[in-house]
């Protein structure tokens, strides 16, 4: 009986469907260009040849599949777990400033990781283990503490978001003081990790990633409703029969566990669990069915094309991806806001 | 359904804002509220809604258990996010959505869309619309799962002459036709004497009175718990007129 809301419906659901469908393609394309370009340009189709496994050539299938592929990938499923975790964050906080950069999160783990780097003759474990262990688990360590101190004044949005700067002036207080105790080698390798980098990359992290993201997809799908409604009010929320103080403590464990494990091998890229969000907001809407798979599908497409940028602006030379996204970001996200008029937020 | 509440009190700090309350609503009635700005009204639907802690006792049809298919409405609520209105309208349906939303609940939002006349909303921005159709994305909210408890915190406040007919005459429809419990906030006194099946009057968190339009509104009652000398006139189609003449003592809020 009634076209009109329902095809205004149809038509914005297929909007967000050709979204998807558009960042995918541009995921794999950048994905494509990220594994051709490094110190040996490969041509995109022995790449995606050897990708496919169709490819008779042993020198790209090696440079393919033992160095660049998982680097390709880390950049893909790290950026992803960026941009989701941005993305449910400023869902939950009702906050388009929030992302784990911003909230004191990543500051955390990379406090973390200094700290293993500062003390790490001490320890009996291997660094490679030990730093990205310390920093997922300061990850998680802010993660609480802002949950908990704001949780103090019943786990508001404004409380929460209070707590996540104060943490964030915090561990950064923290860093400082162990760089300023820290050796000059220690210094050097400490001020390398919070640039980030993907070169760390093994197929062996990038399982280890993967599966942690996989792990929260299932949680999520089953609270895209329940986000969505929270978009309108913690009130009218629980109006509609949301348990908001549990759907808030669920998505800050998600949050932690998506940020730790992305920050905790690559180290802090900020940017992007900030920037996704929003390119994916103004494109699809709030309907968190689309706004959380295109965050994560524009996180993926902005770390790879990060990852791209930072082997191709000065030719020979690697730029640490953490600079460059911040370098290509900050202007595209002021475009991005100043461009956009709609009254969001 | 039944709703029964007794003694049912709603304190922030030291203020009751809702005061030992008795109060019965039935289904296939309306209850309308009236009462002076801050005298609980709101208060008193967030208590049924679930929103609010509450002392006392709240039974629906009989049991102490909230049924899940309450549609509430707040008094004021201006969310600035990129939801369409018809998003906002099937959020109404939250319990039984899936995760692919399915043709019949489409039918159900346009229906609803349709009934309220802003069917032609449907794909703009809820934080872009006027006051009057916000009102009115969120009627349609609360009536978009059918629910058999309405609570309206002010429906019609911010409406046109012609939307206020029409959603008072939607919500008798609705009430009668599905034998919902419907209790809606009012503040037009004339509205609610007209198309309200009973009255609760409250005053600074008690009932000071409950029962048909007629018995709760008199010239009393308006001068004690408004301050208002008012007449009240039995006017054309045997409608009540409430004509209000001039503030009475002293009053506050
Ligand atoms: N969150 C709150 N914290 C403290 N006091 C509150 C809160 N909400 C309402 N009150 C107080 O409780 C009393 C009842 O408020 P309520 O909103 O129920 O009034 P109302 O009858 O709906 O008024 P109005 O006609 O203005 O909407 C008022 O004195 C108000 O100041
Ligand atoms: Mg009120």
Known sequence: ?345 | MKIEAQALTVRYRALRAVDRIDLVAVPGEILGVVGPNGSGKSTLLKAIAGLVPVEGSLLFDGKPGRPRAIGYMPQDIAPRTALTVVEVVLLGRLGRLGFRVGREDLDAVGAVLEELGIAVLAPRFIGELSGGQRQLVFLAQALAASPSVLLLDEPISALDLRHQLEVLELLRRVTHGRGTATIAVLHDLNAAAGFADMLALLDRGCLRRHGAPADVLDVDALREVYGVHAVIERGAAGRTMIVPIGTVGRHQA
């Open chain 1, 1 to 345: 009986m009634s076209d009109g809301p329902a095809a205004a419906y149809g038509r914005l659901a297929a909007r967000r469907a050709a979204v998807l469908v558009l960042a995918l393609a541009g995921l794999s394309v950048a994905g494509l260009l990220d594994v051709a370009t490094g110190p040996a340009f490969l041509p995109v189709g022995d790449v995606a040849r050897s990708v496919l496994r169709l490819s008779q050539d042993r020198t790209v299938d090696a440079i393919v599949w033992t160095i660049r592929l998982p680097v390709a990938l880390t950049a893909l499923v790290v950026g992803a777990a960026l941009g989701l975790s941005g993305a449910i964050m400023q869902t939950i906080l009702n906050n388009p400033l929030a992302s784990s950069y911003t909230l004191g999160v990543s500051a955390g783990a990379g406090f973390g990781a200094a700290l293993v780097i500062v003390a790490g003759p001490l320890l009996p474990l291997p660094e490679s283990f030990a730093i990205p262990a310390s920093a997922f688990v300061f990850a998680a360590i802010a993660c609480a503490a802002v949950y908990l101190i704001g949780g103090l004044r019943g786990a508001t949005p404004e409380m929460l978001v209070l707590a996540g700067i104060a943490l964030l002036f915090l561990f950064q207080a923290l860093l400082s003081l162990l760089q300023y105790v820290a050796s000059p080698e220690a210094l050097q390798q400490i001020v390398f990790w919070l640039f980030g980098s993907l070169q760390k990359a093994s197929w062996g992290k990038l399982l280890i990633v993967a599966l942690v993201v996989a792990a929260c997809l299932p949680v999520l799908v089953r609270d895209v409703w329940p986000l969505t409604a929270l978009r309108l009010g913690d009130e009218r929320a629980r109006g509609l029969g949301v348990d908001v103080r549990a759907l808030r403590l669920r998505s800050f464990v998600l949050i932690s566990a998506l940020t730790g494990v992305a920050v905790a091998f690559v180290g802090t890229i900020g940017f992007i669990g900030l920037v996704a969000p929003h390119l994916a907001r103004i494109l699809i809407g709030e309907d968190q069915r689309g706004l959380l798979p295109a965050s994560g599908l524009f996180g993926a497409l902005l770390l790879s094309t990060a990852s791209v940028a930072s082997k191709t602006v000065v030719p020979g030379a690697l730029f640490p991806i953490g600079i460059v996204t911040a370098l290509v970001g900050v202007p595209f996200f002021l475009w991005l806001i100043l461009g956009n008029r709609r009254a969001f937020w």
